[in-house]
């Protein structure tokens, strides 16, 4: 029996989905203005040419890598996996933001433009999310409070610098909140 041959195309989407999941590791660990090109291109063993011609920018790879459900979910995903691609993306989150995102989250409240922006925003990730949730009713409103919850943690951190969430790790937050999603969208009994 032969194996199919990999195509040019199969190689392309291989390594933009090694980008991604390198990209995602380095902001997750150093933060947006930390995390470089050339590092991420390392760490994906490629050329940092390669990853601007993939994305163009290292906003847009932000803007990718924090995209928890570009994927659609493996067959059969439960809570378990849908918690845990709701906080990968938090984890980038609290390395910490784009200094453009963050001046857009400032601004939402007072500014309509802004406000446009991140309703958008959130409602591309609300419905990819939705997409992803095990449970068969209320999909999309289970994915707003899972994202809503964590744009909550996430001004807390960056912007309020509440003391509590900035002393804790990444992985407490993470932990604490796993239990409070997987309840969000599991299937009722």
Do not use: C, W
């Amino acid at each position: 029996m032969t194996t199919p041959r990999e195509t040019r195309a199969d190689r392309r989407r291989a390594t933009e989905a090694r980008i991604l999941e390198k990209a995602r590791e380095e902001f997750a660990a150093k933060g947006f203005d930390r995390t470089t090109i050339r590092a991420v291109a390392g760490a994906a063993g490629v050329d940092p040419a390669l990853v601007m011609q993939y994305f163009g920018s290292k906003r847009e790879l932000f803007g990718r890598a924090v995209q928890a459900f570009a994927a659609s979910p493996p067959e059969g995903a439960g809570a378990d996996v849908f918690a845990d691609r709701m906080l990968a993306t938090l984890g980038l989150k609290l390395g910490g933001l784009p200094e453009g995102t963050l001046a857009v989250l400032r601004s939402m409240l007072t500014d309509p433009a802004a406000a446009e922006h991140v309703r958008a925003a959130l409602g591309g990730q609300i419905a990819d999310a939705g997409a992803a949730v095990p449970a068969p009713d209320d999909r999309e409103l289970r994915a707003a409070l899972a994202v809503t919850t964590l744009l909550g943690v996430t001004i807390g951190h960056q912007l309020l610098g509440l003391s509590a969430l900035r002393e804790a790790s990444p992985d407490r937050i993470a932990a604490l909140l796993r239990p409070a999603l997987n309840a969000l969208v599991e299937p009722a009994p």
